[in-house]
C-alpha cells in the first residue's frame, strides 16, 4: 500500500516533446508538493497545492503546469522540454490545511526525467 | 537570508562506528527542524523532528538528534552504523516566526558505510 504514488518511475524523451508526471497520495492530506532534486541532490520546491488550491508556486518556467483535479491527486505537466528538466523529481504530502509548518511531509519515490 | 548548513559533504564510516551529521541554522527563534533520509533510488523519509520540549529527539532506524539553541544546531547521531544506513541524509528547517513558514532544506550529507 503505497502512501505516495508517482508514474512513471523512469521518464526518456527528447528535446521539445510535452510530458506528464502523475501523483497520488491515500494519506488523506489536504496539501500536496512538486519538488525538483539536481544532479547534486539539491531539492527545490516548485508548487504546492492545498485542496485543490494553488498555495506555493516559486519561480519556475511556465512551461511547468501543476494540476489538481481532487486532493489526493497532483499531476505536472512540462511542455516544451529542455535539457536542463533532466532531474528527479518528487511528490509529497503533508497533513493539515497550507500545509501546516510542523507537519512532516511524505513522499513518493520519484521520477527520473532525462531529456536527450 | 536564512539558509541550512549541512557542512559535510560526504562522510564515510565504518559499519558499527558511531555517526554524528551536522546541521545548523540561521535563525533567531527555534525553528522547526527534520532530518529526512534519502535511500538509492528512492524518495526522501522522515527520520525525527524536533518542535519543542526535550531538545534529544529520538527517531526511527536507531537515531537520535539533538538540539542545541546556543549552538543553533540540530546534529544527528547514531551509535552504531549498519550498512543499511548508507543514504543521503538531508537537515530541514521551517522558521517559526513570520509569515513565511516555508521549509528550507540544507544540501544533504551522503553517508558511505564500509563493511
Known amino acids: 500500500d503505497t502512501a505516495v504514488s508517482q508514474t512513471p518511475k523512469y521518464l526518456v524523451t527528447q528535446m521539445g516533446n510535452d510530458k506528464s508526471i502523475k501523483c497520488e497520495q491515500n494519506?488523506?492530506?489536504?496539501?500536496m508538493y512538486w519538488y525538483k532534486q539536481d544532479s547534486k541532490k539539491f531539492l527545490k520546491i516548485m508548487f504546492s497545492?492545498?485542496?485543490?488550491?494553488?498555495?506555493i508556486n516559486e519561480t519556475v518556467p511556465n512551461r511547468f503546469s501543476p494540476k489538481s483535479p481532487d486532493k489526493a491527486h497532483l499531476n505536472l505537466h512540462i511542455n516544451s522540454l529542455e535539457l536542463g528538466d533532466s532531474a528527479v523529481y518528487f511528490c509529497?504530502?503533508?497533513?493539515?490545511?497550507?500545509?501546516?509548518?510542523?507537519?512532516?511531509?511524505?513522499f513518493g519515490n520519484g521520477t527520473r526525467l532525462t531529456v536527450t | 537570508a536564512q539558509s541550512v548548513t549541512q557542512p559535510d559533504i560526504h562522510i564515510t564510516v565504518s559499519e558499527g562506528a558511531s555517526l554524528e551529521l551536522r546541521c545548523n541554522y540561521s535563525?533567531?527563534?527555534?525553528?522547526?527542524l527534520f532530518w529526512y533520509v534519502q535511500s538509492p533510488g528512492q524518495g526522501l523519509q522522515l527520520l525525527l523532528k524536533?518542535?519543542?520540549?526535550d531538545t534529544l529527539v529520538q527517531g526511527i532506524k536507531g537515531f537520535e538528534a539533538e538540539f542545541k539553541r546556543s549552538q543553533s544546531s540540530f546534529n544527528l547521531r547514531k551509535p552504531s552504523v549498519h550498512w543499511s544506513d548508507a543514504a543521503e541524509y538531508f537537515c530541514?528547517?521551517?522558521?517559526?516566526?513570520?509569515?513565511?513558514?516555508?521549509?528550507?532544506w540544507g544540501l544533504g550529507t551522503s553517508l558511505a558505510v564500509n563493511p
Open positions: 530541514a528547517v521551517v522558521p517559526n516566526a513570520g509569515n513565511n513558514r516555508k521549509l528550507i
Open positions: 497545492y492545498n485542496n485543490k488550491e494553488l498555495i
Open positions: 494519506l488523506g492530506h489536504d496539501t
Open positions: 509529497a504530502s503533508s497533513q493539515g490545511r497550507g500545509g501546516r509548518a510542523n507537519s512532516p511531509l511524505h
Open positions: 524536533y518542535f519543542s520540549g
Open positions: 535563525y533567531g527563534a527555534t525553528p522547526y
